[in-house]
């Protein structure tokens, strides 16, 4: 019993501690962007790494994910006689629900997992110290490029996977099942409004700020992990932890902005 | 470095009391006092494990001591707020025990790091700058390698050229020769003797590279059961009748002083 309570107790703390700390982070990083001086280059580099170097796996995924949905809806709305709707159903899923999560999700696994690696192995080998000790601010010089180009890049790979899906929707739609090229798009165009871009949008944005904000702090804070950070066990399992945190926060998210602003 | 004979004891410009810390359930220093005088070059030994690092650490603020406190140049450096502890700082350069170099950056960009981020100077002057101090290591040849394609004894002069990058008034040195073999150490050994002529910091080693680093040091401290266990001349440490400060001597440089008998025997058993 006494145990039992210890342990509930130490978790509580645990927790409360780690809130906290993230918390914190947050608040630094986000006024750490608008620190002058204002420094372009290290955020055209991030976003490179973010945004450019996972085009392709979003390109890919994107083209697969439309020309899966292209096949499971056509067999779906066939049973209604309503194939013509193929266009927007494909459009309306991915630019609502998966475009944003399927994007986040993979980003997180490419760059997530990268940016909590490398200013985790940063912290170990005392690179962040050598930056404080310089009276350079580890938030502004490290942390706020990176956030800000997760909150650009997000958004850019998801209207890239949304694009591209809907082009393998119509690829199988339209190749394989015969549906008339032209009502594919006209469905699309009359159903999808502005609201479903527009959450789309707000979606990625939030999951391009969660995935860093997770990653980053989860990396920054490694010697402070009660599961010991040190070494490289310390950094694989912190990234581990970063990569399960971050994408179990986008579909909580996902599901709390749907709720919001629906 | 030997100090002038009109200032038998310059101001103090660091200065621990009472500092304890604990790690978990470890209590690695357990009431900590100890000084450092400008000008001087304190050295501070000890068997590994002991905390030494920690000392330094917490004259850098980057750790908060549990009990006591930390004073740089009078002020307590854990209640400062940050602004007035980058204030502080911008008097430091530190070596850390790998160099701490960025990894992403060449050797030029990460000595070019401290004049961008803190100096308004123009790339030219940054270049000047950069390639002087990068003159004075030896490294010119080197500036556009990656931390990792550089040995051991070159990340620490790339370390020390960026430390040494914005004249500060106090270095910090931690282990500057773990890892190097004896030429490379007293290549560095050199370069720490020469730029501190030239630039006249004061000096905070941590070493175990006894008795070697006794010929640098004005001050020796050791550190042994989380305590400062006395802080004297290098020629007084060596002949100290304290117990523990014997005993290390003993320990580290007692085939100094043993008897041929004693010596052969010692090499008999290996």
Same mark, same amino acid.
């Given at each position: 019993?006494?145990?039992?309570?210890?342990?509930?107790?130490?978790?509580?703390?645990?927790?409360?501690?780690?809130?906290?700390?993230?918390?914190?982070?947050?608040?630094?990083?986000?006024?750490?962007?608008?620190?002058?001086?204002?420094?372009?280059?290290?955020?055209?580099?991030?976003?490179?790494?973010?945004?450019?170097?996972?085009?392709?796996?979003?390109?890919?995924?994107?083209?697969?994910?439309?020309?899966?949905?292209?096949?499971?809806?056509?067999?779906?709305?066939?049973?209604?006689?309503?194939?013509?709707?193929?266009? /927007?159903?494909?459009?309306? /899923?991915?630019?609502?629900?998966?475009?944003?999560?399927?994007?986040?999700?993979?980003?997180?696994?490419?760059?997530?997992?990268?940016?909590?690696?490398?200013?985790?192995?940063?912290?170990?080998?005392?690179?962040?110290?050598?930056?404080?000790?310089?009276?350079?601010?580890?938030?502004?010089?490290?942390?706020?490029?990176?956030?800000?180009?997760?909150?650009?890049?997000?958004?850019?790979?998801?209207?890239?996977?949304?694009?591209?899906?809907?082009?393998?929707?119509?690829?199988?739609?339209?190749?394989?099942?015969?549906?008339?090229?032209?009502?594919?798009?006209?469905?699309?165009?009359?159903?999808?409004?502005?609201?479903?871009?527009?959450?789309?949008?707000?979606?990625?944005?939030?999951?391009?700020?969660?995935?860093?904000?997770?990653?980053?702090?989860?990396?920054?804070?490694?010697?402070?992990?009660?599961?010991?950070?040190?070494?490289?066990?310390?950094?694989?399992?912190?990234?581990?932890?970063?990569?399960?945190? /971050?994408?179990?926060?986008?579909?909580?998210?996902?599901?709390?902005? /749907?709720?919001?602003?629906? | 470095?030997?100090?002038?004979?009109?200032?038998?004891?310059?101001? *103090?410009?660091?200065?621990?009391?009472?500092?304890?810390?604990?790690?978990?359930?470890?209590?690695?220093?357990?009431?900590?006092?100890?000084?450092?005088?400008?000008?001087?070059?304190?050295?501070?030994?000890?068997?590994?494990?002991?905390?030494?690092?920690?000392?330094?650490?917490?004259?850098?603020?980057?750790?908060?001591?549990?009990?006591?406190?930390?004073?740089?140049?009078?002020?307590?450096?854990?209640?400062?707020?940050?602004?007035?502890?980058?204030?502080?700082?911008?008097?430091?350069?530190?070596?850390?025990?790998?160099?701490?170099?960025?990894?992403?950056?060449?050797?030029?960009?990460?000595?070019?790091?401290?004049?961008?981020?803190?100096?308004?100077?123009?790339?030219?002057?940054?270049?000047?700058? *950069?390639?002087?101090?990068?003159?004075?290591?030896?490294?010119?040849?080197?500036?556009?390698?990656?931390?990792?394609?550089?040995?051991?004894?070159?990340?620490?002069?790339?370390?020390?050229?960026?430390?040494?990058?914005?004249?500060?008034?106090?270095?910090?040195?931690?282990?500057?020769?773990?890892?190097?073999?004896?030429?490379?150490?007293?290549?560095?050994?050199?370069?720490?003797?020469?730029?501190?002529?030239?630039?006249?910091?004061?000096? *905070?080693?941590?070493?175990?590279?006894?008795?070697?680093?006794?010929?640098?040091?004005?001050? *020796?401290?050791?550190?042994?059961?989380?305590?400062?266990?006395?802080?004297?001349?290098?020629?007084?440490?060596?002949?100290?009748?304290?117990?523990?400060?014997?005993?290390?001597?003993?320990?580290?440089?007692?085939?100094?002083?043993?008897?041929?008998?004693?010596?052969?025997?010692?090499?008999?058993?290996?």
């Amino acid at each position: 019993m006494y145990l039992l309570l210890e342990k509930i107790g130490s978790g509580t703390l645990e927790f409360l501690e780690t809130s906290g700390r993230m918390g914190m982070f947050l608040m630094r990083a986000l006024t750490s962007m608008f620190q002058m001086p204002f420094k372009v280059n290290p955020v055209v580099r991030q976003v490179h790494f973010i945004g450019a170097r996972s085009a392709f796996v979003i390109l890919f995924t994107g083209l697969f994910t439309g020309m899966v949905l292209g096949l499971q809806g056509y067999y779906t709305l066939r049973k209604f006689g309503s194939e013509g709707f193929l266009g /927007s159903a494909v459009a309306l /899923s991915l630019i609502r629900e998966l475009g944003p999560v399927l994007t986040a999700l993979m980003v997180i696994g490419r760059a997530g997992s990268a940016i909590c690696a490398e200013v985790g192995i940063m912290r170990n080998s005392e690179q962040i110290d050598a930056l404080e000790c310089m009276a350079v601010d580890p938030f502004r010089f490290l942390i706020a490029p990176k956030l800000l180009a997760g909150i650009i890049a997000m958004p850019l790979l998801t209207a890239i996977f949304d694009v591209i899906g809907i082009l393998g929707g119509y690829l199988v739609g339209t190749g394989l099942f015969g549906i008339n090229p032209g009502a594919y798009f006209q469905g699309m165009y009359t159903s999808v409004v502005w609201a479903d871009v527009e959450m789309g949008l707000v979606k990625s944005l939030v999951f391009g700020l969660l995935m860093v904000w997770i990653a980053a702090c989860k990396g920054f804070y490694l010697h402070m992990e009660r599961s010991g950070g040190f070494g490289a066990e310390g950094v694989s399992r912190t990234t581990t932890d970063a990569v399960v945190l /971050s994408s179990v926060s986008v579909l909580v998210w996902d599901y709390l902005i /749907s709720a919001l602003l629906l | 470095m030997m100090s002038n004979q009109d200032d038998h004891n310059p101001p *103090v410009v660091i200065e621990l009391a009472g500092v304890e810390k604990s790690f978990g359930r470890q209590k690695v220093l357990r009431g900590v006092n100890l000084q450092v005088r400008e000008g001087r070059t304190l050295v501070i030994v000890g068997a590994s494990g002991q905390g030494k690092s920690v000392i330094i650490k917490h004259m850098l603020g980057l750790v908060r001591p549990d009990q006591g406190e930390v004073k740089v140049f009078g002020r307590d450096i854990n209640r400062l707020n940050r602004k007035q502890k980058d204030e502080v700082r911008e008097n430091f350069g530190v070596l850390f025990q790998n160099a701490a170099l960025f990894d992403s950056l060449n050797v030029y960009d990460n000595v070019a790091l401290p004049l961008r981020e803190r100096t308004r100077l123009n790339e030219d002057e940054v270049r000047e700058g *950069v390639m002087a101090k990068l003159g004075l290591m030896g490294l010119q040849e080197a500036i556009n390698k990656f931390p990792a394609q550089l040995s051991g004894g070159m990340r620490k002069r790339v370390g020390l050229a960026r430390a040494l990058m914005l004249q500060p008034k106090i270095v910090f040195f931690d282990e500057p020769t773990t890892g190097l073999d004896a030429h490379k150490s007293n290549e560095l050994y050199r370069l720490f003797y020469r730029t501190q002529q030239q630039l006249g910091y004061t000096a *905070v080693i941590v070493s175990h590279d006894v008795p070697k680093i006794f010929k640098l040091a004005d001050e *020796v401290a050791l550190l042994a059961e989380g305590q400062i266990q006395g802080c004297m001349s290098p020629e007084d440490f060596q002949l100290s009748e304290q117990p523990t400060i014997r005993a290390f001597v003993e320990e580290t440089m007692g085939h100094l002083y043993s008897s041929d008998r004693e010596e052969n025997g010692l090499y008999a058993q290996v």
